[in-house]
């Protein structure tokens, strides 16, 4: 059975950076593996090849294309306590 696995990459583009998210297809228990990675950006529409497979690190396969994507593999989004910060307002009315 397959489970869904959320990975989340940086696109550098120009000096600037945004960060996106891609979905991966994988087996239980089963760790992405590089080319699983270089896959899910492809089908994001991303025609990349590895350039850094120790730090996940990918640029764009045609040269008039000038862009990086590196997936950040142990991301994790901050959660926001909404009722610490209502607390911590009222305390500096």
Known sequence: MKQERIIHFKVHHHGVS???RGLLFLECNQEPMIEDYEQCLKACGHDVHIENADQFLFI???????YQI???PNYEQVNRDMQTESLAKSFLK
């Not at 764009?60 to 000038?66: G, I, L």
């Open 70 to 72: 590196e997936i950040i």
């Open 18 to 20: 945004r960060l996106a």
């Open 60 to 66: 764009a396969h045609k040269p008039n294309e000038d």
